[in-house]
C-alpha cells in the first residue's frame, strides 16, 4: 500500500555535499516519524537522523553539524542535506516512514528501495 522513493545519491569528492528526497505515496493516513538510515558494507544499518510531524529532530554523532534533516508534512517528503562529507559516510541510505494507513488503526514500518552516497577522492 505505501511505497518511498530515495533519490539524490551519487559519487562526491571529500567535502562536497549532496541533497537526499525520499517522497511517500500511497493509501497514508498519517506518518511519524520519517528517517534516513545507511549500511556500508560490513556494518549494521544504522541511524542517521530522524524527524517528528512535529519537527523534533534526531542525529547520529557522527554527522552531528555536516546534516540537516527536514521534511515537508503536506508532500510526505523528507530530505537530508549532507555537507562536508566524509569517505566514511559513504553508504547506501535508506528512506524510513512509520505509517498508519487509512485502512489500519496501527503503524508498520515501511523502507525504500537505498541510494548509493560514494565520498571519494
Known amino acids: 500500500q505505501v511505497q518511498l522513493v530515495e533519490s539524490g545519491g551519487g559519487l562526491v569528492q571529500p567535502g562536497g555535499s549532496l541533497r537526499l528526497s525520499c517522497a511517500a505515496s500511497g493509501s497514508i493516513f498519517s506518518i511519524n516519524p520519517m528517517g534516513w538510515y545507511r549500511q556500508a558494507p560490513g556494518k549494521q544499518r544504522e541511524l542517521v537522523a530522524s524527524i517528528t510531524s512535529g519537527g523534533y529532530t534526531d542525529y547520529a554523532d557522527s554527522v552531528k553539524g555536516r546534516f540537516t534533516i527536514a521534511r515537508a508534512n503536506a508532500k510526505n517528503t523528507v530530505y537530508l542535506q549532507m555537507n562536508s562529507l566524509k569517505p566514511e559516510d559513504t553508504a547506501v541510505y535508506y528512506c524510513?516512514?512509520?505509517?498508519?494507513?487509512?485502512?489500519?488503526?496501527?503503524?508498520?514500518?515501511?523502507w525504500g528501495q537505498g541510494t548509493q552516497v560514494t565520498v571519494s577522492s
Open positions: 524510513n516512514a512509520v505509517v498508519r494507513t487509512y485502512s489500519s488503526v496501527t503503524y508498520s514500518n515501511y
